[in-house]
């Protein structure tokens, strides 16, 4: 346990509270690489020592000495001196015993676990332009080597008793790292996975208290309204609170809906648009034969796409129940939006009197300014036609 404690906090040096996720995660892979790069010297090293070749010891001695300089890089001042100071060490090192044990050595099959190690670091989209770097420099370190091949730089030197072991524990040790560096990658995509996790959880209930707060500060807008509303006698006034007050339910509704919802973004509109345009037709009803038909369904719309369709239904089901309502005929009321393809198609339609839109447009009234402007905001068209009644059709794009 000890010592898994203290592999754990060798892996955490270097880690910043501003560092975001994924910063995180290079800079945990890069120490454990570091740990491993160590590790495997020093067993070198020791297997050196027990069959009595000394005179190779002291060269990987060097590189334990050496290779910790990766970890204070990487604590000292970033990842990225962490990263730069893996390769140029690692490489140097290669190269050096490349020439040092010559090339029957196998010591070019410690090139597997060093490719995929840099794979682990800078597989990453905020890291393209250090990864082309790096892909420059590593392409420059092979082709050095396979100039130094056919120029015999890396000649057997080793007598073949020492260069048979030398070549069991390279293949070994390349082996074992290669291993080792595998199973670092599972452990580190795990442990990110749970860090995201745990993130979004966090996100996630911060978001839930907003809308929950948004929808209670409306909420007492709205009362604060309503004492308006009480004290006015004017209807001009009244009529200008209801349609405010309206509106302000229609925003206060989305943020309730997606408060209880399962998700922080998507509104389901089949019942969004059922209970506003519901509590619309019942507030007019009182004294009216309203009918109202509402057809949304498998229709999932985002925050931001369904608080300006809410507005234009309330403003639209705010002025058919007003002006639409004809004495002994039932007013009937649709709400219709299909989802085609990268397209949804909204329809708002009533059996009343048709106003003349032109007159409207030209009289620039703030209802027609408002769809207009809403319009616009989701890049949609739209138009007004006579059929039976008013017909709105609108049609923009899934966001």
Request: with cysteine; net charge neutral.
């Amino acid at each position: 346990m000890l010592l898994l404690s203290l592999i754990k906090r060798l892996g955490d040096l270097g880690i910043r509270k501003e560092y975001l996720p994924w910063e995180r995660y290079v800079t945990r892979v890069l120490n454990y690489m570091t740990l491993a790069s160590i590790s495997a010297p020093l067993t070198i090293v020791l297997i050196y020592i027990f069959f009595g070749k000394y005179e190779l010891v002291e060269m990987h001695l060097i590189a334990l000495i050496i290779l910790p300089i990766i970890f204070i890089l990487n604590v000292r001042l970033n990842y990225l001196w962490g990263l730069y100071s893996f390769f140029i060490i690692v490489a140097g090192f290669m190269f050096f015993f490349f020439q040092q044990l010559g090339n029957s050595s196998k010591t070019y099959l410690y090139i597997v676990p060093f490719v995929i190690g840099l794979l682990m670091l800078v597989n990453r989209p905020e890291l393209k332009k250090h990864m082309a770097i790096l892909t420059v420099l590593f392409v420059a370190f092979i082709g050095t080597y396979v100039f130094g091949y056919f120029h015999n730089w890396f000649a057997d030197s080793l007598p073949p008793a020492t260069l048979t072991i030398t070549r069991i524990i390279n293949i070994s040790c390349s082996s074992a790292l290669t291993i080792a560096l595998t199973l670092i990658l599972m452990q580190q995509n795990l442990r990110q996975e749970h860090e995201l996790k745990e993130l979004i959880k966090q996100k996630e209930t911060l978001l839930s208290e907003v809308h929950h707060r948004v929808k209670n500060n409306m909420a007492i807008i709205s009362s604060l309204l309503n004492l308006r509303l009480e004290e006015t006698n004017s209807d001009e006034t009244r009529e200008a609170l209801e349609d405010t007050k309206n509106k302000i339910y229609s925003m206060a509704l989305i943020h309730k809906k997606v408060y209880g919802g399962k998700t922080m973004q998507d509104v389901d509109f089949q019942e969004y648009v059922s209970e506003l345009a519901g509590d619309l037709v019942g507030l007019y009803s009182r004294n009216r034969d309203i009918k109202l038909d509402v057809d949304a369904r498998d229709c999932i719309l985002q925050l931001d796409t369904a608080i300006p369709c809410g507005f234009i239904i309330n403003e639209l089901i705010t002025n058919s129940c007003k002006y639409a309502y004809r004495h002994g005929k039932e007013l009937e009321l649709k709400v219709n939006m299909k989802h085609n393809g990268n397209y949804f198609d909204l329809t708002v339609t009533d059996n009343g009197p048709c106003f003349d839109f032109e007159i409207l447009k030209a009289k620039n009234t703030l209802g027609m300014n408002l769809i207009d402007m809403l319009n616009n905001q989701l890049d949609a068209t739209y138009s007004f036609r006579k059929d039976n009644g008013l017909v709105y059709e609108m049609k923009f794009a899934v966001a």
